[in-house]
């Protein structure tokens, strides 16, 4: 998907359909290496489709597991998958919503955009990471957008991007937010990413105008620590 970020597509051994998911949620994974258990969570990154899951994993200096998965991990291989859980899922109405991502936590996120596309609903995708070689999915966001029109995606490099390459440059800010956000006091906002991305991204949501009971985040840690 990107320089970092690659995905696995996982496939029951049996063939039977899988659990079927809300967009969102994310899977608990079991591995064995080098004689040890070790367990993971990851975002499932795409809508369900009762065949498989995909997982999108960015490749951590001195990662375990995701160095396991990037260097390691052979097609047809087995892996032991928990059903999805998760409480981080896209609401079932029909109002506005914004997807905020920054890096790599864009996963579960892409999850809801497959998902919020074809309903109709206004939705606007907002991409923040470094640069465009390790942003992720950006030819699947655009072809999602250019067949549904009501789709709008934008994307913010932290790092100077060539002319045209981006919406903003720069750290994802309120200006920025303000700008592209749909204007109605019922946007739905849902926002992942590092732990001084949410703080910054709920703090410009408030001075914006987005109602707390409004924001959704999926974040592993006490609440306190977004501010």
């Keep these: 998907e ?6 696995f597509h996982l496939e029951p051994v049996d063939g039977q359909p899988v659990v079927r998911h809300l967009p969102g949620q994310y899977l ?14 990851y975002s499932i990154s795409s809508a369900a489709n009762g065949r498989s899951y995909r997982i999108s ?13 990037h260097e390691r ?7 032991d998958v928990f059903p999805p859980a998760g409480e981080f899922v896209l609401d079932a109405g029909n109002g506005p919503v914004a997807l905020i991502g920054g890096g790599v936590g864009v996963t579960p996120l892409m999850a809801m955009l497959q998902a919020a596309a074809p309903s109709g609903r206004e939705v606007v995708f907002i991409h923040a990471s470094r640069n465009p070689q390790v942003q992720a999915f950006r030819a699947e966001i655009e072809q999602l957008a250019a067949t549904h029109p009501n789709v709008r995606v ?23 937010l303000r700008r592209w956000l ?5 946007v739905e906002a849902y926002f992942v990413g590092p732990p001084a991305f949410m703080a910054a991204v709920r703090k410009d949501l408030r001075a914006i105008g987005v109602a707390d009971e409004r924001m959704h985040w999926e974040f592993f840690g006490p609440a306190e620590a977004l501010g």
């Design 28 to 41: 608990g994974l079991r591995f064995q290496i080098d004689g040890q258990e070790v367990r993971r969570n």
């Design 182 to 186: 749909p204007q109605s006091s019922e």
């Design 73 to 79: 991990l052979t097609v047809g291989q087995g892996v």
């Design 154 to 176: 934008h994307c913010c490099y932290e790092e100077s991007a060539a002319p045209g390459d981006s919406d903003g440059v720069g750290r994802l800010n309120e200006a920025l």
């Design 57 to 69: 994993v960015k490749r951590e200096p001195g990662g375990v597991v995701s160095g396991f998965l």
């Design 2 to 7: 990107s320089e970092e970020i690659t995905s």
